[in-house]
C-alpha cells in the first residue's frame, strides 16, 4: 500500500493554519475534490461547524487542536479506514508526551481516553477526484486545554492530567509537530507491513477488551464481551447465546471500566 508523499518516518509535512473555519474536514474535501491530493495538513483555532463521527458536533475553541490530514492513496477503501487507528497511535503519543501513560487507552473504535474519558475524536472521510485517485480527510481534535461540558460522553483534557514535571499542555502549534511526526512514523509502518502489528500492539494499550460491552448500533442495540479486533479492525463481540458478532460500526460501551 502506498500513503502518497509518506514513504518513511522523517518527512516534515506541510501545515496550512486557520484562525477561524466552518470545519477543517470540509476544507480538505474541498480541496481533495478541487485535484489537491497532499499530503496537507489543515488546522484551525477555532471551528465554527466542527464535525465529529455519526453527524455528531465537535466543538473546537481557543486552545485546543483541530487538524485534518489530507492524503491520497492507492489503498482500497477498506484498507484506508485502518487508519483511524494509525491516528489513534499518534494522538496517543502526544498524550504521553504530557500525561502519565499509565492513564492513556484506546477505545474502540478509535478514541483515546485519559483516566476513562474522551480525550480527542478522530473522523476520516474519502472519496475519488477526477483522476480517480483515493483521497482521505483524516480529521483528529484533541483537548488540550480544555474539555466541552454538557456532553453525552465524559470528556478530559491534556491540561487535567499533566504529568508532575510538565507545567502547562502544549499550544496547537506544539501539539501538532508531535501529532505529525508520530502520525507519519506509524502510517509508515502501516504501509509497509499491513494492519496486523498495529492491530496487535493497540490490542495492548486498549481498555475494555476481555470485559462486558454494549454496542449501539444504527438499528439495534447488542450485548456480551469484547474479545478483540478482526482482521480489519472490527470489533469482535461474543454475544450471551455465544455466537460471534462482528461489529464494523457503531457505539461501544464498557460499564465495569466505565468507558464510554
Same mark, same amino acid.
Given at each position: 500500500?502506498?500513503?502518497?508523499?509518506?514513504?518513511?518516518?522523517?518527512?516534515? +509535512?506541510?501545515?496550512?493554519?486557520?484562525?477561524?473555519?466552518?470545519?477543517?474536514?470540509?476544507?480538505?474535501? /474541498?480541496?481533495?475534490?478541487?485535484?489537491?491530493?497532499? &499530503? $496537507?495538513?489543515? *488546522?484551525?483555532?477555532?471551528? *465554527?461547524?466542527?464535525?465529529?463521527?455519526?453527524?455528531?458536533?465537535?466543538?473546537?475553541?481557543?486552545?485546543?487542536?483541530?487538524?485534518?490530514?489530507?492524503?491520497?492513496?492507492?489503498? *482500497?477503501?477498506?484498507?484506508?479506514?485502518?487508519?483511524?487507528?494509525?491516528?489513534?497511535?499518534?494522538?496517543?503519543? $502526544?498524550?504521553?508526551?504530557?500525561? &502519565?501513560?499509565?492513564?492513556?487507552?484506546?477505545?474502540?473504535?478509535?478514541?483515546?481516553?485519559?483516566?476513562?474519558?474522551?480525550?480527542?475524536?478522530?473522523?476520516?472521510?474519502?472519496?475519488?477526484?477526477?483522476?480517480? =485517485? $483515493?483521497?482521505?480527510?483524516?480529521? =483528529?481534535?484533541?483537548?488540550?486545554?480544555?474539555? &466541552?461540558?454538557?456532553?453525552?460522553?465524559?470528556?478530559?483534557?491534556?491540561?487535567?492530567?499533566?504529568?508532575?514535571?510538565?507545567?502547562?499542555?502544549?499550544?496547537? !502549534?506544539?501539539? =501538532?509537530?508531535?501529532?505529525?511526526?508520530?502520525?507519519? /512514523?506509524?502510517?509508515?509502518?502501516?504501509?509497509?507491513?499491513?494492519?496486523?502489528?498495529?492491530?496487535?500492539?493497540?490490542?495492548?494499550?486498549?481498555?475494555?477488551?476481555?470485559?462486558?460491552?454494549?454496542?449501539? +448500533?444504527?438499528?439495534?442495540?447488542? !450485548?456480551?464481551?469484547?474479545?478483540?479486533?478482526?482482521?480489519?479492525?472490527?470489533? $469482535? +463481540?461474543?454475544?450471551?447465546?455465544?455466537?460471534?458478532?462482528?461489529?464494523?460500526?457503531?457505539?461501544?460501551?464498557?460499564?465495569?471500566?466505565?468507558?464510554?
Amino acid at each position: 500500500m502506498t500513503l502518497f508523499g509518506i514513504a518513511s518516518g522523517a518527512e516534515t +509535512l506541510p501545515v496550512l493554519a486557520y484562525d477561524e473555519i466552518d470545519s477543517t474536514n470540509a476544507e480538505a474535501r /474541498r480541496r481533495a475534490e478541487a485535484g489537491e491530493i497532499g &499530503p $496537507l495538513w489543515i *488546522t484551525a483555532n477555532v471551528q *465554527t461547524a466542527g464535525r465529529g463521527r455519526r453527524g455528531r458536533n465537535w466543538d473546537t475553541s481557543q486552545g485546543n487542536l483541530a487538524a485534518t490530514l489530507l492524503i491520497a492513496t492507492d489503498a *482500497t477503501p477498506a484498507e484506508a479506514a485502518q487508519l483511524s487507528f494509525v491516528a489513534a497511535f499518534a494522538i496517543r503519543d $502526544l498524550a504521553e508526551s504530557y500525561a &502519565p501513560a499509565s492513564l492513556v487507552r484506546f477505545k474502540w473504535p478509535n478514541d483515546v481516553m485519559v483516566d476513562g474519558k474522551k480525550l480527542s475524536g478522530i473522523l476520516i472521510e474519502s472519496g475519488r477526484n477526477a483522476a480517480g =485517485m $483515493l483521497w482521505l480527510a483524516i480529521g =483528529m481534535g484533541v483537548n488540550l486545554a480544555h474539555a &466541552p461540558e454538557n456532553v453525552e460522553r465524559p470528556a478530559t483534557s491534556l491540561a487535567a492530567h499533566l504529568k508532575s514535571d510538565v507545567s502547562a499542555p502544549p499550544t496547537p !502549534e506544539q501539539a =501538532m509537530a508531535v501529532l505529525s511526526a508520530s502520525f507519519v /512514523r506509524h502510517a509508515a509502518a502501516w504501509a509497509r507491513s499491513g494492519f496486523e502489528p498495529l492491530r496487535d500492539a493497540w490490542l495492548k494499550g486498549a481498555a475494555g477488551i476481555g470485559q462486558a460491552c454494549i454496542a449501539r +448500533l444504527d438499528r439495534e442495540t447488542v !450485548e456480551g464481551v469484547a474479545e478483540g479486533l478482526d482482521g480489519d479492525g472490527a470489533l $469482535l +463481540l461474543r454475544l450471551y447465546d455465544r455466537s460471534l458478532r462482528r461489529i464494523s460500526a457503531g457505539d461501544v460501551f464498557f460499564p465495569a471500566s466505565g468507558a464510554a
